[in-house]
């Protein structure tokens, strides 16, 4: 039997780890969904970004195929320049909500990125919502700003509060029954994960063992589980089935590396003045005429290359695996030609991605004066960096144990199959 509905509920970020192993104790209704379904790890795409990752999911289709690449794009002009991301930059397969529109069933959407500005009066947008859009109830927030330089222990405050007020937002909209497709993203726990991962996992180089903050992260963990629970308990029933992702997971930050002033070092890039310290990468400083390779900030290094010649590229490739970490050892760079991840790349499309470490290392789009090398991010402090594998747990009519997908690719699909369409 197929479900008549199905509630799927985003937590942006959350780590297997953390779900199934270190804090299961502390998530009953999510172990609850998991004995009564299944679960296990759900892969990210290409590249692991929260923006386009989710609308991946919600599509199916890659970030080639959308044209979106990350939380900038870069514009496709004789001079490039950043152009923010927003629900008309994805091109490609329409989302879920839209596709079940078009079969007369209806979607309430909460939270997710990429929504922004939304298109319909059943969704409320996700991050990078600019704070003067109307919210939908008191105390609702669509983010909470400057996390990264915010004081523990207020981000915790702080993110908590949001998320109360998200899913007391998502409960008024259950409660209605006038949907089939119900799904929340919640980003706090993204910001948590920046902000508290070498306080929780003792691999990470800069672990504290700070009992109070690896506590409070459990309990924001044990939140999510309990919204979780209450939306389960007022929705349980024969027609319901339930979804829990994550759109990646996390792992520790060992560091940065400074990949445009390596270029520079390399004569790859050159701009029309010479930086007055560090300072991030500023496209109208850059001398076209003379670059031939730059790259964006990020949890990797997507790399565009301004000369075709294919011998280049490899050569590019080369020095990015040959970049060593910070103490002269050989890192398990991962570098990948985009024309290999994507067969259809809309709009301006990185010509390269590498990961520096395989996601140990952040992408630090910084020149000028300075090391190659630096502990942390260059946008402020941080601890964690993407990781490849998200989670995903589903419960309730129609669904297949064996059909649950291991792929963020798959979501969309299964979640049609769910429902019978």
Not at 248 to 264: D, K, S, T, W
Not at 287 to 295: L, P, S
Request: glycine share 10%; aromatic share 8%.
């Amino acid at each position: 039997m197929n479900a008549d509905r199905v509630a799927i509920v985003g937590w942006d970020c959350a780590s297997p780890w953390l779900v199934f192993e270190h804090f299961a104790s502390a998530m009953p209704h999510t172990q609850a969904l998991l004995q009564r379904g299944a679960g296990g790890r759900l892969r990210s795409c290409h590249p692991p970004i929260t923006v386009p990752a989710w609308m991946c999911m919600a599509t199916g289709a890659d970030a080639g195929e959308h044209g979106v690449y990350g939380f900038r794009g870069v514009a496709d002009t004789t001079d490039p320049g950043f152009v923010l991301t927003g629900a008309q930059s994805f091109r490609g397969p329409r989302p879920i909500w839209e596709r079940l529109a078009s079969r007369g069933l209806s979607s309430h959407v909460v939270g997710l990125p990429g929504t922004w500005p939304p298109t319909s009066d059943r969704i409320v947008p996700g991050i990078l919502t600019p704070d003067d859009h109307p919210v939908p109830c008191a105390g609702y927030r669509y983010d909470v700003a400057d996390f990264r330089n915010m004081a523990p222990l207020q981000l915790v405050s702080e993110i908590s509060e949001m998320t109360v007020a998200r899913f007391d937002q998502v409960e008024d909209l259950a409660a209605r029954d006038d949907w089939n497709l119900l799904w929340v993203v919640e980003i706090g726990l993204d910001r948590l994960h920046h902000a508290l991962w070498h306080h929780v996992d003792p691999t990470h180089p800069r672990f504290t063992g700070d009992s109070r903050l690896a506590a409070a992260l459990r309990d924001y963990y044990g939140l999510l589980d309990n919204r979780l629970g209450r939306l389960v308990a007022l929705l349980d029933d024969a027609e319901t089935a339930f979804c829990v992702v994550s759109d990646h997971g996390a792992r520790p930050m060992l560091g940065g590396i400074r990949v445009n002033e390596y270029f520079r070092e390399r004569g790859w890039l050159t701009l029309h003045h010479e930086p007055v310290g560090s300072e991030r990468l500023d496209l109208a400083a850059v001398d076209w005429g003379r670059t031939r390779a730059w790259t964006t900030g990020g949890y990797c290094a997507r790399v565009y290359l301004e000369d075709p010649d294919p011998a280049f590229h490899e050569e590019v490739a080369e020095a990015l695996r040959a970049l060593p970490g910070p103490d002269g050892e050989r890192l398990a760079t991962q570098v990948h030609a985009a024309r290999d991840l994507w067969p259809l790349r809309r709009g301006r499309s990185p010509d390269l991605l590498a990961y520096l470490g395989d996601l140990d290392y952040r992408c630090l789009g910084t020149v000028g004066a300075g090391p190659i090398h630096q502990p942390s991010n260059d946008r402020g402090p941080d601890a964690a960096n993407h990781d490849w594998d998200g989670i995903i747990v589903a419960a309730g009519p129609g669904v297949v144990p064996a059909a649950l997908p291991t792929s963020l690719l798959g979501v969309a699909g299964f979640l049609e199959d769910v429902l019978g369409v």
